[in-house]
DNA sequence: TTGTCTGCATTTTTT
DNA sequence: ATGCAGACAA
């Protein structure tokens, strides 16, 4: 009896075909982690592949910690040289070792998407750019699809040829990529770009790579972008030995430049390819996959599948309506506890999605009340903090002199009198004489202005250069701790003893557990723990990559971040149209984008083992407003057979409204789906309590206009028309939730 | 130069 | 509700 005995025939299928092209489309739960860990073993241990000699490229780094330990089960040897990572890991392995071919430093910095805004903020006002216009995120965005479409800035310029605004954009992004190489820096998209111009230009660094990645495979392949598949047809160009897997129901990050045509057309971009279909479900009750199934039926242009499963038809799925953001937040925290406290689940074994991060903040606030141990995964970065990027500055200065933003974010944290005309006037001199920042602080003397700053200035030169010197011979925690100790970031904050502060220090405690952990790891692998290569670390790791499923606790995340994970019992929250599908979707034209969100929700339902609990509010705060929201379309795409709404909860006895029970409510949203199709959705927002506080025939104070009355009132969208007319302003129409006007009584 | 105030826009999802 | 940029005073 072999290891391979316990995979059923396709999946066989797909872990013995090892030579050429081969796409396994993959459905939700079929198994694929264990088809691609058993193909690697396979290829080591019957093929005689040497370890070396693959490459697997999965989505997160915790994804690919998993693969090499499992490999490593199964074969016992050699899954340490397996290249297991991501694409983003990959690359910057690769530039690290040849990227001088392209005229950077072997050591250069990474920007995130903070410095990113930083920079572009300083090329707009350098370009002298209007911001009104030119959206410092659209301008972001345009460049990143640039650089994910393989788009260079000549090429973007050439295009642009006679549109003005085009052409604006590319000139943006002339400069920008001028300025991150002149601070030696990389942005996301360049690790990959770079990476593809680097093995399109050197024949020697390709043709190595070729050699050595004989066998590779791609996990969650439809959701690369452009690049990305480049990048595998040029290591795969030779051997071919290109295995990827997906499933074009579970691609969610076309806004990110996903292009889901790379799954759709592997058999045309590789026309021997072969193509094997997993579509027994290992993971969900029937009750579970149908509602998936269900669901995603909904959506057009997709490749052809059903999924299937053996499992038996388990509980119903949950399907609850509430009040108010509160109230359900209450029900699934109170729930997960009952279900804890009658034996029968663990903390663990719950996750909580939603649609987005915002939502995590009311469960949070539930579940500290409750004493239910949690993780948030996603949010706020913790890499992202300022106490952190402040520190984290410090050590780029010291590692990436060229490295302006770092330089610039430091050079007057903690305070030092350095103010905003001295660090103009040093980057004018270093832009006149196109020499960096840091270069220009260390020939403060010859700097036209400085003045009295000439001191502060070069006593911060000093400071840094010693932290240089003692760099070479220290190890980053010491280093770390130099720098904490010299510059007095600590102290400052201890002496401020509120809670902000409070947590701040709690964080730089946890950035130093992280440097230790990294030397540790370091020394374990037998490597030389460097500066750049924490610094890299840090970039790269992704806020999933710290979800430990050992221990125990509820974990709350997006559904994005829930991709490629499973939980016995899954919660699903804020299954509300305008929420989830997102306004942003519901009022898009093109349809391609409720698809996208119909994909999320077959993503989210699929995660669920065995339970599956649905969950909407009538009422929730979004951006300091109440908004009113219909349940979303997608529960009404779910079979009123696999749902039970369960025993009736209380109501607000406050509100005024009908009082029909949620059961009676539910049935009321699915006796409407024929309708509901062809009339919008009926929602709106009012900035406090139902109304827009004033009626037809009342005087109202507008901010602007002054006194008026009001003689219309139409309901459009998701707010109130008004119109007033203004006794000296004359008639105006205009929205409640943007004119906040004030009755007069 | 620093701190504070005010008005303004912002809100999908992430390696 | 929050965060940021710009204005202005100390």
Redesign the pocket.
């Known amino acids: 009896m072999s290891i391979y005995d316990t995979l059923n025939d396709r999946q066989q299928e797909a872990v013995f075909y090892t030579e050429g092209p081969l796409l396994i489309l993959a459905g939700a739960g079929s198994g694929k982690t264990r088809v691609l860990t058993h193909r690697i073993a396979w290829l080591i241990d019957q093929i005689g592949v040497n370890p070396w000699n693959i490459l697997a490229i999965t989505?997160?780094?915790k994804a690919a910690g998993e693969m090499r330990e499992r490999v490593d089960q199964i074969v016992g040897f050699g899954s340490e040289s397996i290249w297991v990572s991501?694409?983003?890991?990959m690359c910057v392995r690769i530039l690290r070792r040849y990227i001088d071919r392209l005229g950077y430093d072997t050591n250069f910095t990474i920007y995130?998407?903070d410095d990113q805004k930083t920079l572009i903020?300083d090329v707009c006002k350098y370009l002298q750019i209007d911001t009104k216009m030119f959206?410092e995120?659209s301008l972001l965005s345009a460049i990143s699809s640039a650089k994910d479409e393989l788009v260079t800035p000549e090429e973007m310029t050439l295009r642009a040829e006679g549109d003005w605004a085009k052409k604006k954009i590319a000139q943006v992004y002339t400069e920008y990529e001028k300025q991150l190489k002149a601070n030696n820096a990389l942005d996301?998209d360049d690790l990959l770009l770079k990476t593809v111009q680097l093995l399109q230009t050197q024949p020697d660094v390709l043709e190595y790579y070729q050699e050595r990645f004989r066998y590779i495979m791609v996990d969650e392949y439809q959701d690369t972008n452009t690049v990305q598949f480049k990048l595998v047809s040029l290591l795969a160009g030779k051997y071919q030995n290109l295995c990827v897997v997906g499933d074009d129901d579970q691609s969610?990050?076309k806004?990110?430049g996903a292009n889901i045509m790379n799954i759709l057309n592997f058999e045309k971009e590789y026309p021997n390819a072969k193509v094997i279909k997993l579509e027994q479900n290992y993971r969900s009750t029937s009750t579970i996959l149908n509602a998936a199934n269900e669901v995603i039926r909904h959506n057009t242009g997709r490749k052809e599948k059903s999924l299937w499963t053996e499992n038996g038809e388990g509980e119903k799925i949950q399907f609850r309506q509430f009040d108010s953001a509160y109230d359900e937040a209450d029900y699934i925290v109170s729930d997960i506890k009952d279900k804890v406290n009658s034996g029968k689940r663990e903390y663990k074994d719950f996750a909580i999605l939603y649609?987005?991060?915002?939502q995590s903040r009311i469960f949070e606030e539930k579940m500290v009340v409750s004493n239910v141990p949690y993780k948030i995964v996603?949010g706020v970065?913790f890499y992202a903090r300022r106490e952190i990027k402040d520190l984290l500055a410090y050590l780029k200065t010291v590692d990436n002199g060229k490295d302006d933003l770092a330089v610039r974010r430091i050079i007057?944290v903690p305070?030092?009198?350095?103010?905003?005309?001295?660090i103009g006037r040093v980057q004018d001199y270093a832009t006149e004489r196109e020499i960096s920042f840091y270069e220009a602080i260390l020939a403060a003397g010859s700097v036209p202005g400085i003045g009295r700053?000439l001191g502060k200035i070069e006593s911060f030169a000093a400071l840094i250069e010693h932290f240089k010197a003692e760099g070479e011979r220290m190890s980053v925690a010491e280093l770390m701790d130099e720098i904490i100790d010299a510059t007095g970031y600590v102290e400052e904050l201890q002496a401020d003893s509120d809670e902000e502060a409070e947590s701040r220090l709690e964080n730089i405690e946890e950035l130093r557990n992280k440097i230790v952990a990294y030397e540790e790891s370091c020394e374990a692998e037998d490597e030389k723990s460097t500066l750049s290569g924490f610094l890299e670390q840090v970039a790269?790791v992704?806020?999933?990559d710290s979800l430990d499923e050992e221990t125990d606790y509820v974990v709350l995340?997006?559904l994005?971040?829930a991709k490629g994970l499973e939980f016995p019992h899954v919660y699903l929250a804020g299954l509300e149209d305008g929420i989830f599908p997102?306004y942003?979707?519901i009022t898009a034209d093109d349809p391609a984008?409720l698809e996208?969100e119909r994909r999320?929700c077959y993503v989210g339902i699929t995660r669920a083992k065995e339970n599956l609990t649905l969950t909407c509010a009538r009422r929730r705060?979004?951006?300091?407003e109440t908004q009113y929201n219909k349940m979303s379309r997608f529960l009404k795409e779910i079979p009123l057979s696999l749902l039970s709404t369960g025993a009736l909860f209380k109501k607000e006895q406050t509100e005024e409204e009908p009082k029909v029970s949620a059961y009676r409510q539910a049935k009321q949203a699915f006796a409407t789906k024929a309708f509901a199709a062809t009339k919008p959705a009926q929602q709106f927002t009012v900035t406090k309590g139902k109304g827009p506080g004033y009626d037809v025939g009342d005087r109202v104070r507008h901010i602007k206009f002054g006194e008026g009355l009001v003689t219309q009132i139409t309901e459009g969208g998701r707010d109130y028309e008004v119109t007033v007319d203004f006794d000296t302003a004359g008639t105006k129409k205009m929205f409640a939730m943007f004119a906040k006007l004030q009755k007069i009584d």
Do not use: C, P, Q, W
């Not at 649609?355 to 915002?358: C, F, L, S």
């Not at 305070?415 to 001295?422: A, D, H, P, V």
């Not at 705060?621 to 300091?624: A, F, L, Y």
């Open positions: 989505f997160t780094n991501t694409f983003h890991s995130d998407a903020k959206k995120r996301f969610i990050y806004f990110r649609r987005t991060n915002a996603g970065n007057n305070k030092r009198g350095i103010g905003l005309t001295t700053a790269l992704a806020d999933i995340m997006t994005h971040s997102s942003m979707t984008e996208e999320l705060m979004v951006h300091g």
